[in-house]
């Protein structure tokens, strides 16, 4: 059975930091590349970050490079992202998915499974 939970969205003044979590089937978590992508009201799903599972090499796009950080708990089977100095752009829902084959990708197409989704609120 596959498994992917997110956990650990919220609301937060901008300028603050949250730290998201998914966890995920062993199977899947050993095998699979992990990825965060977030989707805003009226908006595409955007790709945000993610890590190899073949040697750890991570991805983000430019918006958030330098404030989130995306690393993986093989003991736990979990991704995280870390999220610093939020703005209230990075409002949105975000979503943790895999991507069978270990490399890091940014295309939405070439992840397989998808978690639900957390809520990510940055007030003003």
């Known amino acids: 059975q596959v498994r992917l939970e997110e956990s650990g969205g919220g609301l937060v003044q901008a300028g603050g930091s949250l730290r998201i979590s998914c966890a995920a089937s062993?199977?899947?978590?050993?095998?699979?590349?992990m990825g965060w992508f977030r989707q805003a009201p009226g908006k595409e799903r955007e790709f945000v970050a993610a890590?190899?599972?073949?040697?750890?090499?991570?991805y983000y796009v430019d918006s958030v490079k330098g404030r989130f950080t995306i690393y993986r708990d093989n003991a736990k089977n979990t991704v995280y992202l870390q999220m610093n100095s939020l703005k209230p752009e990075d409002t949105a829902v975000y979503l943790c998915?895999?991507?069978?084959?270990?490399?890091?990708?940014?295309?939405?197409?070439?992840?397989?499974?998808w978690g639900q989704g957390t809520q990510v609120t940055v007030s003003s």
């Open positions: 998915a895999a991507a069978p084959g270990g490399a890091v990708t940014t295309m939405v197409y070439d992840y397989q499974y």
């Open positions: 890590i190899s599972r073949i040697d750890g090499k991570t």
């Open positions: 062993r199977r899947i978590f050993s095998t699979y590349a």
